[in-house]
């Protein structure tokens, strides 16, 4: 089977060729050694199409190629890892490098997969959607570097936007929401770039350890800094509980531009370092 010359979906499931699985997806399926029937590796695509991928649940060995698609005619609209992936999708060494379409949905819903690393270089991702991620240090890896990807609801595991890989600068993300789902374990954030709109933290842990930030409306969780000199602007922010911890171990490192409006919660758990200047309302 070769690629088909039209937007289409992509299952990727290891090494194996069973028919099954090809038949069940509609034929485009592919394995870490081609397509099944061997016609190349994804991103064989040349044609200005906008595909989607897909990491299916009856996967039967980790994917080992680097998938690079960044200087591809097509783009990549959605992206979905299913519950039950099992296998390690990209590394830091050879990352899932998406040319992404602006307008997809990057979906992930896997506890038992290994770290994820995805950048995108080009349009923002309409939405990214983490319901769970491997269990292991910041499993997932996230970078967008031709527009601020638009929304990301973190509802579980470990996810990092780093701020750069292999030169992709992190433009950021405009809302990010740190939510957990319903029976869920509480999400880690390390925000290593821009939040241009909203930061809503809900419960879990957010790191913020780089970047600015426009608005942080903590409702729950603890939000800390890393602690460095890195410089980190909060231009607003509303306290309504939880924690906000905005030492870093060295004076005006953090930046807070507005008066922190206290709308509830005890005001004994916002933190910062002597010197550091915080005002409230």
């Known amino acids: 089977m070769a690629w ?12 194996d060729a069973d028919e099954d699985y090809q038949n069940g997806t ?33 996967a039967e060995s980790a994917i080992t190629v680097n998938v690079d698609n960044s200087a591809g005619g097509g783009t990549i609209v959605d992206v979905t890892v299913e519950d039950g992936f ?21 979906r992930f819903d896997s506890e038992d997969n290994g770290d994820i690393w995805i ?13 769970r991620t491997s269990s292991s240090d910041d499993a997932l890896h996230l970078v967008f570097g031709g527009a601020a990807a638009t929304l990301a609801n973190i509802m579980g ?22 939510n957990r789902q319903s029976g869920g374990s509480e999400p880690t954030v390390n925000i290593d770039a821009p939040v241009g709109t909203a930061l809503n933290v809900y419960d879990g842990a957010v790191y913020w350890n780089g970047g600015t930030v426009t608005l942080l409306d ?6 800390s800094c890393e ?20 030492q870093t171990g060295v004076a005006e490192t953090v930046t807070v531009t507005n008066p922190i409006a206290v709308l509830g919660g005890d005001t004994q758990n916002i933190r910062w370092d002597i010197g550091q200047t915080v005002s409230f309302t």
Do not use: Q
């Not at 602690?227 to 905005?246: E, I, P, V, Y």
């Open 86 to 106: 099992a296998f390690a999708i990209a590394s830091r060494a050879a990352p899932l490098y998406l040319k992404s379409a602006g307008t997809g949905v990057w």
């Open 218 to 223: 903590e409702r729950g969780g603890v939000v």
């Open 157 to 178: 595991g470990n996810v990092t936007f780093d701020t750069n890989l292999f030169g992709v600068t992190n433009l950021g993300v405009a809302t990010v929401n740190v």
């Open 119 to 131: 950048v995108s270089g080009t349009a923002a991702v309409a939405a990214i959607h983490v319901l």
């Open 26 to 58: 509609g034929g485009n399926w592919v394995s870490s050694t081609g397509v099944v029937a061997g016609a190349g590796l994804y991103p064989g695509k040349t044609a200005a199409h906008a595909d989607s991928i897909v990491l299916p649940s009856y």
């Open 227 to 246: 602690k460095s000199t890195t410089a980190r602007t909060l231009t607003n922010a509303n306290f309504r509980g939880g924690t906000l911890d905005l």
């Open 4 to 15: 088909t010359d039209a937007t289409a979906t992509y299952y990727w499931a290891g090494t």
